[in-house]
């Protein structure tokens, strides 16, 4: 009995310490979509969302296909830099509509504003807590 009560408490403080990790890492990531000046920064918190692919959206528009790269960059810089973390996957790149790069629990995504409004997240994924974050500007 006290094993399985131990591994019970073992596999909550793993889900705990994921959960943590996985706020800080969406955080750092909104640091480097600040440093670019993206705009309309959201956060959104998947944990409660049933079936949710990743703990964290953070979602951001950017003016240009250079500001889009730049964002992008930005993102993979600033995350490696402070968190020693490289994305596991990033798409997009080549299109200049919407980057992608995938952390596992939380996925960075960089739109080009009509794509944005067009895939619509926010609205797709309506269940999570939506942060926005004010720009920088």
């Known amino acids: 009995m006290q094993i399985v009560q131990f591994k019970i408490v073992i ?3 793993a889900k705990k310490r994921k959960s943590n990790n996985s706020e800080k890492l969406a955080q ?3 640091k480097g979509m600040q440093e670019k000046k ?3 920064i959201v956060m959104m918190d998947l944990r409660q969302v049933k079936n949710a692919v990743a703990d964290f959206f953070v979602v951001c528009s950017g003016n240009s296909d250079k500001q889009l ?3 992008a960059d930005s993102i993979d810089e600033v995350v490696l830099k402070d968190l020693k973390e490289n994305p596991w ?3 997009g790149k080549n299109t200049k509509e919407w980057v992608l790069l995938d952390y596992i629990n939380v996925v960075a ?3 080009r504003k009509d794509k944005r ?4 997240l926010e609205k ?3 269940d999570a807590d939506i942060t926005e974050i004010e720009d920088s500007n």
């Open 11 to 13: 596999s909550l403080m």
């Open 38 to 40: 993206a705009v309309d």
């Open 28 to 30: 750092t990531i909104v």
């Open 124 to 126: 797709l994924w309506g």
């Open 109 to 111: 995504h960089v739109f």
């Open 69 to 71: 790269d730049a964002i």
């Open 89 to 91: 996957h990033m798409e």
């Open 117 to 120: 409004e067009f895939y619509a």
